[in-house]
């Protein structure tokens, strides 16, 4: 695992930014891994704008969220199909078809989780996998005890996770208690992974990252065991490390 220490968040999205648009240039047809959340935020502007500018072209990528909440609706201000289509799908020349957001509200969940799945390995590896980080470490919505080799599934959300994303929400009762993932196995299988990391927020995740340590009870160490993953962590998230 490779770590990179920028200095704040508009260099960590400029240097995840450049990563992707060099793979999408590389490749024919490029399979992104997205992730949702503030963290990422900054690096969906900046490759919009680089769409903007005629430097990269999304025609033929391909992409597939980490997760979805399960109830909210598409249109859902709080879903993060919306929020998808908001920060990066809509501004840019990505075929409807080839973006994929696990749906929130299919009448069969577990169906959607398997169906899901397949659909990915049926495109064949992702080749870049982004992926932010929560406070207790989980990625996507793998939340800590989770195994490693688990596919697309449902989970029941941490009281914690609740708590870090009421914050979008107008109460923390509108927070969905469960949502769908990818699991940790399925994006352990991406070719490449680009973690971002920011603010002080996440000091103690970083913390126990670095100490390398590999526990199901801390979902990101399951990354120490993929063969190409870089971590960009800003200064405020580094801390004292
Ligand atoms: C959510 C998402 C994760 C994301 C995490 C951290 O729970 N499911 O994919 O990494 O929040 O979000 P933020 O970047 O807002 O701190």
Redesign the pocket.
Known sequence: MKFIKVKDFKEMSMKAAEMIADRVKESEKPVLGL??????EGLYKILVEKYKQGEIDFSNTVTFN??EYIGLPDDDPQSYHYFMNENLFKHINIPAENTHVPSGIAEDVQQECRDYESLIQSTGKIDLQI????KNG????NEPGTAFDIRTHIVDLDET?IQ??ARFFDSIDDVPTK?I?MGIGTILESKEILMIIS?E??QEAVTKLLQGEISEDFPASALHKHPNTTVIIDEAAWGDN
């Open positions: 992730a949702t959340g503030s963290t990422p980490l997760d992926l932010g980080i929560g989980h990625i996507g919505f996770t870090a994303n949502a993932t603010g927020g996440k």
